[in-house]
């Protein structure tokens, strides 16, 4: 596998925003999609660092618009940032949550960015110009969001309690369902998504993942049981879930090692080839295809000097694979919505861009 780096881009996030860019090859634009191939299983093993932003602090969240012209991301430290892609110019850059902000999601016309963040608050935001709309204020700290195809509803996971689990009316901002209150849920739950079709929300607890069917109100717990060849060993926290492109699966990550598929339609395990146990698994993230599994782990990677890009062929079944890629744990990775870009955020405070040159 070839790791190759080829500028990098400084950025110092405090109360304001200072960037300097080394050009590649004296170019204007730091990324030249027009010069990338879309990342598949075939030549995933190519990819190579583009560039690299550099924070001083920690960015734990990432999330590019749906025309991919904007990349949002959340930091340690309660800021929240918006830059322009391909120029990465900064669009804002300001500290309104008091805690991590662990939480992204663009409305379907990219003019608004929702935040959540462990201050308990979910926030609304005009992307042109950083104003403020709406805040809600939640029990917990916020885990995630999600939104709808229409935007018209939005997902909130805030820790455990009868109230942890919301989907509010983003046009009256009043709660449209309260999810914990319809189902037993057994722990503290850190993630919420919707299927493509809306019709399945999936949540995650320190036990395994419910899958809540919205229209009959069904419940199907995904329990993460964990053996040593046949001796049941307990279960595993699930701290990630997100359903493919075309809903027929969801790929759950696994705090205490791993990552499993499951098969909405069959309701079972995809039982996957040569599959690694990381310690972690904190993000994973489909290409626009549903053909690629992007994800983290460190156990494979020999001197553990950095933290690997983890990638999986949904289609076979098998893992493809580990890229080096960050000093310390891998907080998110993000595809952009063209499929040739993968942008990765990791505890070694740099936000890093991948792709395949042509």
Sequence with gaps: MRLQEAGILIGYVLSCLVISFSPIDAQDDPILTENLAVITPDNVNDLTELFRLETVQRPDRLEVSHDGTLLAAGFEDGTLGVWELPTMDARFVQREHTDYVFAL?????????????????VKQWNV????????????????????SQDGDLLGVAAGGGEKA??????????????????????????????SPDERLVA???????????????KMNYIVLARYDGD?????????????????????????????????LVSNS???????????NMFSLEFSPSGSLLAGSETTNYQTKEYVALWFFNVDTSNELGLIPAH????????????????????????????????
């Design 105 to 121: 999601a663009f409305s379907p016309d990219d003019t608004t960015l929702y935040s959540g963040g462990w201050d308990g608050m």
């Design 128 to 147: 042109l110009t950083g104003e403020e709309r709406t805040v809600i204020q939640m029990s917990r700290r916020v885990w995630d969001i999600t939104l």
């Design 165 to 194: 689990l919301q989907i509010w009316n983003t046009q009256t901002w009043l709660v449209d369902r309260i999810v914990s209150e319809d189902v037993q849920f057994r722990n503290w739950t850190v993630c919420i998504e919707f």
């Design 203 to 217: 949540t995650c607890d320190s036990q395994g993942v419910q899958v809540i069917d919205s229209t009959t109100n």
């Design 231 to 263: 001796t049941y060993r307990g279960t595993s926290s699930a701290s990630h879930a997100i359903f493919s492109p075309d809903g027929t699966l969801l790929a759950i990550g696994i705090d205490g090692g791993g990552m499993w598929l499951w098969d």
């Design 269 to 279: 395990e995809i039982v996957a080839e040569n599959l690694t146990e990381a310690p």
């Design 327 to 358: 000093r310390g744990y891998i907080n998110d990775v993000d595809f952009s919505p063209d499929g040739k870009l993968l942008i990765s955020a990791g505890r070694d405070r740099t936000i890093r861009f991948w792709g395949v040159t042509q």
